[in-house]
């Protein structure tokens, strides 16, 4: 299973981005998830869904960030609004599996600008 994560780019301080993270192929799935890691720091979870649609963001994006998937895709995105420069970061999609296999996408940088 390869996972294909894109979106990321530069925006300005309050703007949005929307990252999507597509699988390669149909597997059952228990969680997906996004996490960031910024720059000489450890990878943190952003939000999670999960097989029944339960939702768990972090604080520190709640009423700003959603994430979201597209089952007939394979596909999980992450609308990101409101941003900030402290977003800035390298942000992964993680699927794990109903076995508990994890997969990780290869990470797509954000940057928020001041």
């Known amino acids: 299973v390869q996972l294909q994560a894109s979106g990321g780019g530069l925006v300005q301080a309050g703007g949005s981005l929307r990252l999507s993270c597509a699988a390669s192929?149909?597997?059952?799935?228990?969680?997906i998830g996004w996490y960031r890691q910024a720059p000489g720091k450890q990878r943190e979870l952003v939000a999670t869904?999960?097989?029944?649609?339960?939702?768990n963001y972090a604080d520190f994006v709640k009423g700003r960030f959603t994430i979201f998937r597209d089952n007939a895709k394979n596909t999980v995105y992450l609308q990101m609004n409101s941003l900030k420069p402290e977003d800035t970061a390298v942000y992964y999609c993680?699927?794990?599996?109903?076995?508990?296999?994890?997969?990780w996408g290869q990470g797509t940088l954000v940057t928020v600008s001041s």
């Open positions: 993680k699927f794990v599996t109903t076995r508990y296999l994890a997969y």
């Open positions: 192929s149909t597997f059952s799935i228990n969680t």
């Open positions: 869904i999960s097989s029944s649609d339960n939702l």
